[in-house]
């Protein structure tokens, strides 16, 4: 990558460093190891020097032809060179400099960031259906999966020179170079073996291909804004309590049609250890978005917290759950569903709310993909009241009275109550339930109320019984795990 345009080389001349020579059955001394002879006919030189940059040709070839393709050699990559420096000095995209690179490598070229987003990539894989897969989301996202899994992958992240990724994950082989921010891996350029076969000397090609990259990435980052007005960092900045004023979120949600009148949940995701590691929770955050319409799906504290629009994406909590529940499968993810809500005054609370499901129902219910704070509000509501006190010290003490009158006598006031309780005060059920004559049931409600001065036309304290009764169901099941 040092050399410049050929010379004619006559007997006699200094030969420079860095320059190709065309020379014919002539004498040569002292060449430069930066320096190229093309020699038509024998060379004669000192048989101590190396050979590795002398190209010896027939006789019969013109000096002529030898140097007009030479020239036309560096008339291609002279032009190729320029097109980079033009693209970078008028501020051009990203895309521009891999479409003008595509003849250069005869494959198509890829820039994905470290977390796996697809930054720029030929306009060439759009163009044919066996490439396309090289950026197809379905395709794309199992390749993600395998990637963070792949230890080749993981240790290819710290490689600073060009470098060969086998084929075992795509089906082609691919030569890449990484880019580094401040000593940090940040973005990946990849030629894809998709088209024609990778030549050694591609490597070096990418590598003066990756200076231009990364100028242009720098000069991106300094005219990109520190937060993008987008809908992430609005969720982000109310997640973070930043953003906190309500007629100003309802503002801003509105440039993006999220409106107070429209209907929302929210999902929190557990995302695994290897997703952290390998930077690719932008990446499902992605896929996320692509397989939820009108949904946001950002990063917050190693785990991933999603806001579906319902009404824009007309469906409902049920069908999302359907669809969603293959895609947690395929990740081994865990995800917390909130309650649907509408108004954005409690969105942080709802937030809260599909926290709470996710890390409970994965403690609780360690086997299930999804968990709905509907179906666990209520053992979280009994869990939150022993908080503080064991359940026996917080249920009433007319049961425990009953309880241990029952133990006392060989009675079954105890369960007799609970029957009664759960069927609604409904005596002939209740009777029924318990294989008893209704007359045997009345006595035993008389005996009770002379017990515990029970009261069944005050609810509040019926249903203060009732809790209690699950209170103490949980403690037993507590002790016998235990």
């Avoid at 082989?173 to 990778?198: A, D, T």
């Avoid at 000397?201 to 990109?224: G, M, T, W």
């Avoid at 105890?414 to 209740?430: C, D, F, I, P, V």
Wanted: glycine fraction near 2%; aromatic fraction near 12%.
């Amino acid at each position: 990558m040092c050399l410049e345009r050929p010379l004619y080389y006559n007997n006699g001349d200094d030969i420079l460093s860095n320059k190709v020579y065309i020379c014919q059955n002539s004498i040569l001394d002292n060449i430069p190891k930066s320096t190229l002879i093309i020699s038509l006919g024998r060379t004669l030189r000192d048989s101590e020097l190396s050979s590795d940059n002398i190209l010896e040709l027939g006789e019969d070839i013109s000096p002529f032809e030898i140097f007009n393709t030479v020239q036309s050699i560096f008339d291609i990559y002279d032009k190729w060179n320029s097109s980079l420096q033009k693209i970078l000095n008028e501020d051009g995209t990203l895309q521009s400099m891999i479409d003008c690179s595509f003849d250069v490598f005869n494959n198509p070229i890829l820039l994905q960031t470290a977390d796996f987003t697809m930054f720029a990539y030929s306009d060439i894989v759009n163009k044919l259906p066996d490439v396309a897969q090289l950026i197809n989301s379905d395709s794309f996202f199992e390749y993600i999966n395998l990637f963070k899994l792949d230890p080749k992958y993981n240790a290819a992240k710290d490689l600073i020179d060009p470098f060969i990724f086998p084929s075992h994950v795509t089906g082609r082989r691919s030569l890449c170079i990484n880019l580094f921010n401040h000593g940090k891996y940040s973005h990946r350029i990849i030629v894809s073996e998709s088209l024609s076969k990778l030549h050694e000397e591609d490597a070096a090609l990418l590598e003066h291909f990756s200076k231009y990259i990364k100028l242009a990435l720098s000069r991106l980052n300094l005219l990109k804004s520190d937060k993008l007005y987008n809908l992430d960092n609005i969720i982000l900045g109310i997640l973070s309590k930043e953003i906190s004023d309500v007629r100003f979120i309802e503002q801003s949600f509105s440039e993006f049609d999220w409106l107070p009148n429209h209907e929302y949940f929210c999902i929190n995701i557990k995302v695994s250890p290897f997703d952290v590691n390998n930077l690719t929770i932008n990446s499902i955050c992605n896929r996320i978005e692509s397989l939820l319409k009108d949904s946001c799906a950002c990063s917050y504290n190693n785990e991933i917290v999603v806001f579906v629009n319902l009404t824009k994406f007309n469906t409902t909590i049920d069908d999302v759950s359907n669809r969603f529940i293959y895609f947690l499968r395929d990740c081994y993810l865990k995800a917390g569903i909130s309650n649907s809500f509408t108004g954005f005054s409690e969105i942080l609370q709802y937030h809260t709310q599909s926290h709470i499901a996710l890390n409970f129902g994965i403690n609780h219910h360690p086997f299930n993909w999804i968990h709905r704070f509907d179906d666990i509000a209520y053992s979280y509501l009994l869990e939150c009241c022993t908080s503080h006190l064991p359940a026996n010290l917080i249920c009433s003490k007319k049961i425990i009275t009953l309880k241990t009158y029952d133990k006392k006598n060989k009675t079954q006031y105890y369960h007799t109550l609970r029957t009664y309780l759960e069927n609604h005060l409904n005596a002939a059920k209740s009777a029924k339930l318990l294989f008893i004559h209704r007359s045997t049931f009345l006595y035993r409600l008389e005996r009770i109320k002379e017990l515990i001065n029970i009261d069944f036309n005050n609810t509040d304290m019926l249903l203060y019984i009732l809790i209690s009764f699950r209170l103490l169901d949980k403690e037993q099941l507590i002790i016998s795990i235990e």
